[in-house]
């Protein structure tokens, strides 16, 4: 089985490539990106630079592949000031990885990251059976691709499973195009033992996950038995800004709260999340806010 | 107001473009198919030839235009046959379609024709909160579209409506790519005296509107206050095959009942439907039996 890792130069796309190399029993790993991707130290990985929104480089980028791992995407920041490259990219070329597999006279298995985006407003509470309603351009088009996603396996060749990732941490500082960048830029701040003003009050609340976590499920889902083309929502720890303030500062003083009412509502404000349905196929978050950070210190 | 009726071809359209004659207080009509269109008698009304999945062919057609009635699109049958060309029309030149319209720096106004083929498998009954979960290719980008149709008002210049059409009753014989074909041919088989063979049982049940009812409710969408990118379902009379071949046959033994499981699921097992949202802005179906059948043997 040969792998097929997009995006793989971004922060979960490494956090993923080493989360493969931990695992012997796998096979040869692809790895692109639009930048070529650092490859570990193992002869099972390559690393390959090609544009995703090139139909060929799409088929050349497949040739020989039996599974995707699919995460490249223009962020939701980014996707929100440009819905032309959101439709590009995380539309239309996503698009054309499943119809270039549908295509083929093989069997071929699609994991896609999508994203809590979909569910736009939040209700009382998130469970399985929330309908999702996006209200911005990158939780449209993720949503429109688990659509079309659900319609390939009666096609025929393609398999595929959609996982709605929570907010992912500690992405670097300064990773473009995210507006919940703050929930990272508090574990940069704590581990360099500088003061931070959070965009968001005490008590905000989030849906977190280490990128070791996230890695580990996507690849737990590139080995699970028959897709079906569903989609599930990921377990993820909900966390209080001012917990999480006080487990990862020695002195709770350094932080200071500046709440932004539309970043608050957006990304401040996650109810409990039942995600019964991704739990019973083994996806898991990181236990508990200790083990949270732990994951997070130790790197993906 | 200028107003573009894409489809204007076609069953629907025709019918749309009747409606619009009826109303003398309405701006110039501009029908577009990809063969000409027939139109009115009546000077306000224009038609072109164009195929919308030429992006000049968009531009053009929507130079000058205010508000748009979306129908072209390749029908179920059609579109599960042939997915990339479904994906050609049903999702991507109706996404240029409002990306166009969104582009320019005047407001517009957008009627999507969708479809109750979002839900796909349906429950024990269907009303404003059925989540749908498209299991065809034509229902999967129509549920695209929708969620798109939803994005664009925030964007700031389109204003959107998606209404889900019923099975819309009676369609020329032969009309091609329609799986739900026998809802019409019964009722061309009634007027001509012709035995019919149905491909469902007597217990069957079918969501239906005449194209006369259809069209005005298209019309009403058109002139409704501010639109803001969501999706009504329509409200749609629900017939038992048995009830509707006492009503449409002097004889009822002119049919025959051949169930194909396959049909039967797809449709003709349609559960109570509940539509107060559409209802309280003032969509309607054709009251009742009665009123259905006359709305068809009139004609739109």
Same mark, same amino acid.
């Given at each position: ?190 581990? #360099? !033992?500088?003061?931070? *003003? /959070? $965009? ?7 849906? =977190?996950?280490? +990128? ?15 897709? #079906? !083309?569903?989609?599930? *929502? /990921? $377990? ?7 917990? =999480?303030?006080? +487990? ?22 996650? $109810? ?29």
């Amino acid at each position: 089985v040969t792998l097929l890792v997009t995006g793989a130069a971004g922060f979960i796309g490494q956090a993923v490539a080493r989360a493969l190399a931990r695992r012997p029993d796998l096979g040869p790993v692809r790895l692109l990106d639009r930048r070529a991707p650092i490859a570990p130290a193992d002869a099972r990985f390559s690393a390959t630079a090609a544009d995703l929104t090139d139909p060929a480089a799409v088929a050349d980028a497949l040739d020989g592949v039996d599974a995707v791992i699919h995460l490249a995407s223009i962020p939701g920041g980014a996707a929100e000031a440009d819905p032309a490259l959101s439709r590009a990219v995380n539309l239309d070329a996503t698009l054309r990885l499943l119809e270039t597999l549908d295509a083929r006279q093989r069997p071929s298995r699609f994991i896609y990251a999508s994203s809590i985006a979909v569910f736009g407003r939040l209700g009382a509470q998130v469970d399985d059976d929330t309908a999702p309603e996006p209200r911005l351009v990158y939780g449209a088009h993720k949503r429109m691709v688990e659509i079309a996603l659900a319609d390939f396996p009666r096609r025929g060749r393609v398999q595929g499973l959609a996982l709605r990732l929570p907010g992912v941490v500690a992405r670097p500082r300064g990773d473009s195009g995210l507006k919940s960048a703050f929930m990272s830029d508090i574990f940069h701040a704590a581990a #360099d !033992g500088e003061a931070y *003003t /959070l $965009p968001v009050g005490p008590e905000a609340t989030m849906w =977190l996950m280490s +990128a070791r976590r996230v890695a580990e499920n996507l690849v737990h889902a590139s080995g699970l038995g028959e897709l #079906d !083309g569903g989609t599930l *929502t /990921l $377990p993820a720890l909900r966390v209080r800004a001012d917990e =999480l303030v006080a +487990a990862l500062f020695a002195d709770p003083a350094q932080v200071n709260y500046a709440p932004d009412p539309a970043l608050q509502a957006g990304f401040g404000s996650y $109810p409990p999340l039942r995600t019964p349905a991704a739990e019973a196929l083994g996806f898991r978050h990181d236990g508990d806010l200790a083990g949270l950070i732990a994951a997070v210190r130790e790197g993906a």
